[in-house]
């Protein structure tokens, strides 16, 4: 009936039925016993240790005490009825509450009876108390239970525990499949690469991981298992990255020609740094291949990515292809349409910008003129890639701040030309290694490791509330010398009101603490009218205003040479890239440049550990991997949705040398056996091909 046993309905399973079986679907997203099978527990206890009554903290999670009972009464009327138990041992006594099961209390737990009760400790006058402890017989009976050193302790909800899915609940059932089916659970890994990484069979796997024998076996387990998970991922990037090089023929790039000489010789108005020189070379070599381009650019702020993309660009056109350039934010593609086409006059390149804002008749003009090729270069927002949106001749696509678009978004790219056109995409901020060889394995890496010459790090400095007027004095003074400043408020996702009424008081406050007759300020925030925040901002860049406040609109990209100083306000609700990435909008011209970061005085561990590693330290690379041990992946910006981070088993902050050997061995593999062919590397191919069809079968209905 099922291709195995291990694909049955949990209905089917003993002591689950329908009602049951419905639950676990709708809370857990679990319906077959393989998928209750991988249901991992989250943490386990250790059932080898016992607390004494006089040892017992509030601080401390789950424990078991033994204990007699010495006294148990029912209390209270309907549905405040409970059960209360002293419970002692020969240091002092507790006290069991329930407040549901009675009957069972009643008839199972007997006064001075022996038992061991489990469950979190509550301090409440003076005395501990445990509520819905889970009760044994002492000394414990053999059974599931009985002879666990570590009990494993699942994630559940309270309309599962409603219907005795417990943890213990859980637990049972997958005992049970255990029991019945363990030897149906098949290999997924290739032989020699257990062999090679010492790594335990799927099914020893998954019995220790769900009931270890002791820590050494559940390491292992877990070693297996993450190994497993980041392996398929590594497996399905790569596979997907020797399809499109297999695929797609990527434009010829073979021309050196008169647009990127004339621009390199005569408009660029600095020398280049050796990483960016070496960058332009791996694109150079990329796109003379005949096959596709999928290039990810990381720099730090400030390390001069943006003139990377335009040579490229250049590049493109001078072998007769167009170019765009698609930037997450209205102000970003403005501000780069106007560095661009300040620079390329028209003879040199035709640049046109298009954004949500284009009206209907540039639109249409636009629209013309692309299909008829007439413009070489297009900026924009996301409104480049609408269906509308026709080339004559795309040969490449520059995707700056490369977070903020899915990898759907770049899908979308591709199916713009017939030969799709190489793809370049840049970060806003380097992003950890393990977490670029995850969300970006399918694509390769350039690295602008190296800052233009002359750059005057920033000095950054941590001031409290208390600190505020000398604040204000030495904003006062860089003003006087001619430079302008940022003062940026956190967004509060909560309330946009506050959040502009948090800025308001500040301007106000400003206004009355520190005049500023002569000096003009500039207001950017969300809830402002997309003119208006231009207009705004093209005061500050020209500037006309000296002062810029906003919220973290202006986050991204923005370019104002002169602004020397970088205020943030309550810089501790901002996370440490966000920090790193609005400090890098100061520092690019030639002055010294500072960063101010404005807090409370009181501040958890967290809040200080990002404040110190701020001032500490200017370099991108280490923030990022420093960002990802206090946040874990999941809440690194843009990457939640992606999908690929939704591990079970790996933690990407944790992990990077199984990440590393997972990635090594498929690259290893898809180097010696590209097409899979071998006998030895069948699993993974039927493996690939099933998940090929079933894509497939997803955009076919
Ligand atoms: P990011 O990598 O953050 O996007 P940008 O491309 O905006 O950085 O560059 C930051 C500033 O540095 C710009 O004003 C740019 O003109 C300038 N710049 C870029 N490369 C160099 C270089 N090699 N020498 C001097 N200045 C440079
Ligand atoms: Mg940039």
């Known amino acids: ?49 016992f607390y004494k009554i006089n040892e017992l903290h509030p601080d401390l999670p789950l424990v078991q005490v033994i204990g007699k009972v010495s006294a148990k009464e029912i209390i209270g009327e309907k ?27 009643e008839e199972n737990i007997l006064r001075g009876g022996k038992y061991i009760a489990f469950g979190k400790p509550n301090l409440f006058n003076h005395s501990f108390s445990i509520s819905h402890p889970d009760m044994e017989l002492f000394p414990r009976q053999a059974g599931i239970t009985g002879n666990l050193t570590l009990q494993p302790i699942y994630n559940t909800t309270e309309k599962l525990k409603k219907s005795f899915l417990d943890s213990k609940g859980i637990q049972k059932l997958i005992h049970l499949i255990i029991e019945l089916h363990i030897n149906e659970v098949r290999e997924t890994l290739p032989k020699y690469i257990l062999e090679k990484y010492k790594l335990v069979s799927r099914k020893e796997a998954l019995i220790q991981i769900h009931f270890p024998r002791d820590t050494f076996k559940l390491q292992q387990a877990e070693r297996r298992l993450k190994f497993e998970e980041l392996f398929f991922i590594q497996l399905q990037l790569l596979h997907n990255k020797q399809l499109r090089s297999l695929k797609f023929k990527g434009a010829l790039f073979n021309e050196v020609g008169e647009k990127i000489n004339t621009f390199y010789n005569k408009i660029l108005p600095f020398e280049l740094t050796n990483a960016q020189k070496r960058v332009i070379k791996e694109i150079r070599l990329d796109t003379q291949r005949g096959v596709q381009m999928n290039r990810l650019i990381q720099g730090d702020v400030g390390s001069g990515k943006t003139v990377v993309a335009l040579m490229s660009m250049l590049l493109a056109n001078d072998n007769g292809y167009q170019a765009c350039m698609m930037a997450p934010t209205e102000i970003l593609a403005r501000q780069h349409y106007h560095s661009i086409a300040s620079l390329l006059n028209d003879d040199l390149a035709k640049v046109a910008i298009l954004t949500g804002n284009t009206t209907k008749k540039q639109r249409t003009l636009l629209h013309e003129q692309l299909e008829a090729g007439e413009i070489d270069i297009l900026v924009g927002t996301h409104a480049l890639i609408e269906d509308k949106v026709r080339f004559k001749n795309l040969g490449l696509v520059v995707i700056d701040e490369q977070h903020r678009f899915g990898v759907e978004q770049r899908a979308k790219l591709w199916r713009k030309n017939i030969v799709p056109p190489h793809i370049l995409v840049m970060t806003a901020t380097p992003i950890p290694r393990t977490l670029a060889m995850t969300l970006y394995g399918d694509l390769d890496v350039s690295v602008i490791d190296e800052l233009p010459v002359g750059r005057k790090p920033i000095e950054t400095k941590h001031l409290f509330e208390g600190q505020r007027l000398r604040m204000f004095g030495f904003m006062k003074q860089e003003i006087a010398k001619g430079r302008q400043v940022y003062i940026v408020y956190p967004l509060i996702k909560e309330s946009e009101k506050l959040d502009l009424l ?41 500037g006309k205003t000296q002062i810029m406040v906003a919220t973290t609109v202006i986050e991204v990209g923005v370019n104002v040479p002169n602004a020397s100083v970088m205020v943030i306000e309550n810089a501790e609700r901002f996370g440490l890239s966000q920090l790193h990435q609005l400090r890098g909008r100061v520092g690019r011209g030639a002055e010294q440049s500072f ?8 501040l958890g561990p967290n809040s200080k550990l990002r404040l110190d590693t701020m001032v500490k330290t200017n370099n991108g690379f280490e923030i990022a991997e420093i960002d990802l041990q206090l946040r874990g992946p999941g809440d690194i910006t843009g990457t939640q949705q992606s999908g690929v981070l939704e591990l079970k088993m790996a933690n990407l902050a944790k992990d990077q040398i199984i990440l590393q050997e997972a990635r090594n061995t498929v690259i290893e593999l898809f180097e010696k056996d590209p097409m899979l062919s071998s006998p030895d590397n069948s699993l993974l191919k039927t493996y690939l091909d099933k998940r090929t069809r079933a894509i497939a079968f997803d955009k076919i209905s």
């Not at 009936?1 to 949990?10: E, G, I, V, Y």
């Not at 960063?595 to 009181?602: D, T």
Request: with cysteine.
């Open 1 to 49: 009936m099922f291709a195995s046993n291990l694909d049955t309905p949990l209905v089917y399973l003993k002591g689950v039925g329908p009602k049951r079986a419905e639950l676990l679907q709708k809370e857990l997203g679990v319906t077959t016993y393989e998928q209750l099978l991988n249901h991992y527990p989250f943490r386990y206890i250790d059932r080898t240790r």
């Open 502 to 542: 948090n800025l308001e008081e500040g301007v106000a406050q400003m206004r009355d603490q520190f005049p500023l007759p002569d000096y003009q300020i500039s207001i950017v925030h969300g809830q402002m009218p997309n003119a208006d925040k231009q207009y705004e901002m093209q005061r500050f860049i020209d």
């Open 595 to 602: 960063c101010i970061l404005m807090s409370a005085a009181k």
């Open 79 to 105: 549905h405040k009825k409970r059960i209360l138990v002293k419970f002692t041992d020969e240091t002092g006594t507790m006290e069991l509450v329930w407040f549901q099961s009675l009957k069972w209390v």
